[in-house]
């Protein structure tokens, strides 16, 4: 079955510092990928997804995200991470490769930032 | 502005009693979702629909009902059989694609807390 593992709860960086997010999937074929933030009490923005092509994606905000399928990973990053970041993310990949538009979600990390 | 309302942002619900949570959506988008959101198990869907008049469950669908009369409009209800109804709900919605592939981003509303009392 497809899934999705975010391996950290909880992550803390210093302002400024660079922010590296994990996030792995289990999918068979090439998967459709993206990557959501929640700040507190709110819905969900998309900040970057995978479909195909180039396996570098920009998104916004100034993040960007990598897919390795030798690793099965789309790992977020962001080069200097501001105060604004903090909140959650949450990894998803699509399920059933098209065939429905249903998303399987990882169970989120959620980001503090440091002054 | 065009976007995806839900309403209300919080709601209580006494035991035994029935709520609808309201989602609406002015993006022309043909399909519409509900997810339930629980800390530390991210978000699992509830029930969505693809076209008017039809919907399907999700892998969680049990003490809950939809309705898709409109293509605006998808209102989800929390029957008396859902024992655990304590939750952050998400309405999502996504455009038509083309080319016989469903695979388009999901947007997603504010969320309606529901809490029980």
């Known amino acids: 079955a497809q899934s999705v593992t975010q391996p950290d709860i909880h992550i803390t960086v210093s302002e400024g510092a660079s922010l590296e997010l994990r996030c792995n999937y289990s999918y068979g074929a090439t998967p459709y990928l993206f990557w959501y933030v929640q700040s507190p009490g709110q819905g969900l923005q998309l900040l970057l997804k995978?479909?195909?092509?180039?396996?570098l994606v920009q998104g916004i905000k100034g993040f960007e995200a990598e897919f390795k399928r030798s690793q099965s990973s789309f790992n977020l990053r962001k080069p200097s991470v501001h105060w604004s970041d903090a909140a959650e993310y949450f990894c998803a990949v699509l399920r059933g490769g098209g065939a429905t538009n249903k998303l399987i979600f990882g169970t989120g990390t959620l980001l503090a930032v440091q002054p | 502005d065009g976007g995806i309302t839900q309403s209300p942002k919080y709601l209580f619900r006494k035991e035994g009693q029935n709520v609808t949570l309201s989602c609406e959506q002015n993006l022309n988008h043909d399909a519409m979702y509900w997810y339930r959101q629980d800390p530390g198990q991210g978000l699992r869907l509830i029930y969505y629909?693809?076209?008017?008049?039809?919907?399907q469950k999700g892998d969680i669908a049990e003490g809950y009902s939809v309705s898709r009369e409109k293509k605006e409009s998808f209102p989800l209800t929390v029957t008396s059989a859902q024992k655990n109804p304590t939750a952050f709900y998400l309405c999502?919605?996504?455009?038509?694609?083309?080319?016989?592939?469903?695979?388009?981003?999901?947007?997603f509303g504010p969320g309606t807390r529901l809490l029980v009392l």
């Open positions: 999502a919605s996504s455009p038509p694609t083309s080319g016989g592939i469903f695979v388009e981003t999901q947007y």
């Open positions: 995978y479909f195909s092509g180039d396996t």
């Open positions: 629909s693809q076209i008017v008049n039809d919907f």
